[in-house]
């Protein structure tokens, strides 16, 4: 679903997919729907991963990460930590994921976004502020149900002039 | 970097760069971690990220800020109006009740002069609106729009209409971050209205309700019983509302009560607060005061008939604990 003919991806649209990512996770819901809100910068951080590992791997998935640290309040370098991990394997699977169809490659994000959870769930832990909340994990499916829309229209907006 | 079909470097990544990568990568974050968790070091990263966030932050709040204005200027007529006769109506109480307010104070003062002790009241408050942002779902905490550029302090009290609200966890420049009392990391020292019993009122992570752990079986506390601040601690100015109680379960087998009390700020409602300054004179227990609190649980069970004898200064002044007097 990303193979865009000609990608044309300037750091200008880097920053603005980030900035609209990060957005998205403070943008106020419904007290409900709080928990099923998905993860928007790791599956921009993904996206960026599978598309270009070389300009936006690891260092970006480490920014991206800080700056939600700094958004959310949380712990400072914590989603660095997690982002960086779960770029690290899609960077190594790179070829494999690009190549899945569509349920195969959800069901690969899923993977990586419940590692994801799991590593914030486990820091939080260690840091002496556990959510045993079972509602955290809501998240991860419902992440991964948006990643190829997510991934659509990211690759449409790559594919513009 | 438009195009990277004809990039010459080597198609597959990974080998050692990718990983010596992410270890130096994962090492800083860690480091990051362990220097903002244990001591706090990183102030002026935090207030760089916090000035980067807060236009995107005031950017997302501001449209929803701007719908419900424009909800609120829509109202109708009649809600206008009905608004208006309650108003009218609440005005007459709060002037009633203002009559003696005067003379209240003012013999409080010279009370509080006999026994040597001082006031402690708000000296000064600052109006905050609260941003219209989520962060994280599992805590309970806001942002408002103010911060050190105003003179905000991490640790300063915050009220609103009804009750106190929480406090300020972290200040950048131009923000400041607030623990509600209803976040699971928060807990306040209160005492009951009533009775003068003081506890500490922790959070549960859900708005409504706050529980109250460390109450001996026989304490005297009922459903309905006004929670207030007891000013322990230093951080919340004494004597203002901060619950209700709204269960009390006595389960014989347990040696504690299993209180519930809903807190009366309006935590997830209100738009705006208030930022307090006090004099927050650090509260040093009375010798002769502390034993007999400390005896507090008694051995007796009918506890209303048994309290007045048993604890005098809590009896005598219910919103002043005995270690208030300095």
Known sequence: MMHGTRIN????RVVVLTVIALAATV????E???PFRPNFVALTVLWFCLLSPRLLGLSYAWIAGLALDGFAGVLLGQHALTLTVIAYVACKLRLQIRAFPPLQQSAVILALLWLNEFLLFWIDGVAGHAITDWRRWISVPVSAAFWPLVAGLYARYAARR | MSSHESDPRPLLLGGPALGLRLLVLAAMAAGLMVADHRQHRLAAIRDAVATLAYPIQWAISTPVQAFDAMRKSLATKTNVE???????SDNLVLRLKLLRFDSLEQENQRLRAARESSARAVQRTLVAEILRVDLDPFRQRVLVNKGTRAGVFRGQAVIDASGIFGQVTRAGPYSAEIILISDPEHAIPVQVNRTGARSIALGTGRSGLLSLPYLPQNTDV???D????????GVYPPGYPVAKVTA???????????VEAEPLAGLDRVPEVLLVWFDSAIVEPEPEAEPEAAAQPQPVTPAPAQAPGDAPPQAAEPTLPPGDAR
């Open chain 1, 32 to 34: 409900l729907l709080e």
């Open chain 2, 248 to 258: 009390v379960e006595r389960d014989p087998g347990q040696p504690l009560l299993a």
């Open chain 1, 27 to 30: 943008v106020p819901l419904p």
């Open chain 1, 9 to 12: 991806f300037g750091w200008g």
């Open chain 2, 222 to 224: 009922i459903v309905g």
């Open chain 2, 82 to 88: 009905a608004e208006n006769v309650k108003l009218a």
């Open chain 2, 226 to 233: 006004l929670l207030v601040s007891s000013g322990l601690g």
